[in-house]
């Protein structure tokens, strides 16, 4: 089946660093999300993209998806410890069900 | 309530073993998921009910059979299970099915098969 990309696998900072993880897809998707997963815990839904080009913003997290629908992106600026945890990407090119990006764990060290 | 609950957080059964793990949501949502995630990856989808119908089956062995009783309530009944299904099973639930609605999750099942 269809195939979610995603980079980093791991990525430590610095609280205060930006942090940006990256889904790309061979085909072209009809809609992306974004999870997060604390250690111990279980996904949480963050967004949702459906537009070419679609930029949506929740605070300190910035979420793209690519013009051609096929990457999108989130990028968090001045992370903060509570950023720690594990964001997938999930994305469809059916529109029927979600395949989860291999994700990017996220540690930040205050 | 915004919560999907699942029983029990904790299971570990051997290999002869039957089981089932369960999985509840209050929320009106009419489509119903089973994922198995291993440490360190992503949830892997096995099993989706749409309106309590089987909607999609994941090429999911035999030994793993859900069940959707009524809108509110999914099962997995667990049987013969070998080792390498030790795992985290998440239930999650969304308004509808297709990939556009959110999806909310339990706080999973831990399982170990001895």
């Known amino acids: 089946g269809q195939q979610v990309m995603q980079i980093p696998q791991y990525q430590h900072v610095q609280e205060g660093e930006d942090f940006t993880t990256y889904c790309n897809s061979s085909t072209t998707l009809s809609n992306i999300q974004w999870y997060k997963q604390r250690p111990g815990g279980h996904p949480v839904f963050l967004i949702q993209?459906?537009?070419?080009?679609e930029v949506k913003k929740q605070k300190r997290l910035t979420f793209q998806f690519g013009e051609a629908k096929k990457n999108s992106s989130l990028h968090i600026t001045a992370t903060q410890t509570t950023d720690v945890g594990t964001y997938f990407c999930a994305g469809s090119n059916s529109g029927y069900a979600l395949n989860f990006g291999k994700g990017t764990s996220l540690l930040v060290t205050p | 309530d915004t919560e999907v609950t699942q029983t029990p957080k904790h299971l570990v059964m051997g290999m002869t073993n039957k089981k089932s793990l369960k999985c509840e949501q209050h929320?009106?949502?009419?489509?119903m998921y089973w994922y198995k995630q291993k440490a360190k990856k992503p949830p892997e989808l096995m099993f989706v009910?749409?309106?309590?119908?089987?909607?999609i089956n994941e090429s999911v062995p035999s030994r793993f059979s859900p069940e959707c009783p009524n809108s509110s309530l999914l099962n997995l009944h667990l049987h013969a299970l070998q080792p390498e299904d030790s795992a985290l099973y998440l239930c999650?639930?969304?308004?509808?099915?297709?990939?556009?609605?959110?999806?909310?999750f339990g706080p999973g099942t831990r399982l170990t098969v001895l």
């Open positions: 009910y749409s309106y309590e119908k089987l909607s």
């Open positions: 999650a639930s969304s308004q509808f099915g297709g990939s556009y609605n959110e999806q909310f």
């Open positions: 929320m009106g949502h009419r489509a």
């Open positions: 993209l459906v537009k070419s080009g």
